[in-house]
């Protein structure tokens, strides 16, 4: 079957099939925040059509654009700008919405909306209740990715060149971070990370939290995240990895391993020595630096490991341990020649290497 469109080229009558199978939701391209494609069913063979549909109209669906499914209800949007609603059981369309052009790649969709792009540039969230417009948010460049669902926000990019993280609930835009160049690749998000890639032919990761950029490297076992820093580092110095190799030889051929690591920066060493078994104790001046250690213990597959960390002046905090007598079987230092203590306290080497 088929029709032709108002420049009289023909357009094929699209069908959505479905055959009865035991499966899970599938609310999102690739069904998840991560984009594993993965779902715990075991879906077996694909044998019985339990219904089929095609909207009224002459149209078709573009060829990223697949249904998504959650609690019950199936939405799919075509390139003529309708974005249907079905039950996803029977086949029977409950409602519709007319968006301002094509929708031609694939929804989000939760409990309450289903969300998505559009060529004229708009991201739309619409009730699946009664397909009004709950929210709608306008970009420079048409919208030709998926978006991505995560945490009560939605990572889609422009072809104007900015991925946008937009909030479920009002359409609010938390931060935009522009790339430079159209993206035409759909966000992935883990661990507090968003990932895309632009018409540039390059990929790059942001924060989460507030699009700030990182990125990470690998050094055999490990993993860091990096990215410029106000003194022109990149949070990670890979010469130090001699020194890293030669602790955790150390550590695992030893019976007791509790490490004080002073100066810890990112925790190049403290990923290190808690990967060979060491009890760490991670000290380091600048509460965001520990923070960012926190993270690469996590990225690295860590997280689980006995390392404490603390915010504090190292010396002060090594006074106090002596006080406690506390005792550690290897201490690691590699202090910078000048930084500020939490308080603002001013640390030169010149100065206080004698003391420490």
């Known amino acids: 079957m088929g029709g032709r469109n108002k420049a009289g080229c023909a357009v094929p009558v699209v069908w959505l099939l479905a055959v009865h199978l035991i499966a899970s939701d599938w609310p999102q391209l690739a069904r998840d925040a991560a984009k594993t494609g993965y779902s715990p069913d075991n879906a077996g063979a694909a044998t019985n059509v339990s219904w089929r549909w095609h909207p009224d109209r002459q149209t078709s669906v573009a060829g990223r654009t697949q249904p998504v499914v959650a609690g019950g209800i199936l939405c799919v949007g075509f390139y003529d700008g309708k974005m249907y609603i079905l039950n996803a059981l029977t086949g029977v369309k409950l409602r519709e919405f007319q968006a301002g052009g094509p929708i031609t790649h694939t929804a989000a969709m939760d409990a309450e909306r289903v969300y ?165 104790c991670h000290v380091d001046a600048a509460k965001g630096i520990v923070r960012w250690a926190k993270e690469n213990l996590e990225l690295s597959g860590l997280g689980s490991r006995p390392v404490r960390f603390i915010v504090d002046d190292a010396i002060k905090f090594v006074q106090r341990e002596k006080r406690r007598r506390k005792e550690y079987d290897g201490i690691i230092m590699d202090p910078p020649s000048y930084g500020r203590g939490p308080k603002g306290e001013m640390w030169k080497i010149e100065d206080e290497l004698c003391n420490l």
């Open 116 to 280: 998505f792009g559009c060529h004229d540039g708009a991201v739309y969230a619409v009730r699946l209740n009664d397909a009004t417009l709950a929210w709608k948010v306008q970009t420079a460049g048409p919208i030709q990715t998926a978006p991505c669902l995560a945490g009560g926000t939605i990572y889609i990019g422009s072809e104007d060149g900015r991925l946008f993280a937009i909030r479920i609930t009002d359409g609010a835009v938390l931060w935009t971070y522009d790339s430079g160049r159209p993206i035409l690749t759909c966000a992935a998000y883990a661990n507090g990370t968003v990932y895309c890639g632009n018409e540039g032919v390059y990929a790059f990761a942001v924060r989460a939290a507030n699009g700030a950029e990182r990125w990470k490297v690998r050094y055999g076992e490990f993993s860091f995240y990096i990215k410029p820093t106000g003194f022109k580092h990149t949070g990670l110095f890979p010469e130090q990895s001699v020194n890293w190799k030669w602790m955790t030889g150390k550590i695992k051929g030893a019976e007791s391993a509790r490490v004080l690591n002073l100066f810890s920066y990112t925790g190049g060493a403290t990923v290190a020595a808690a990967s060979a078994g060491a009890e760490v």
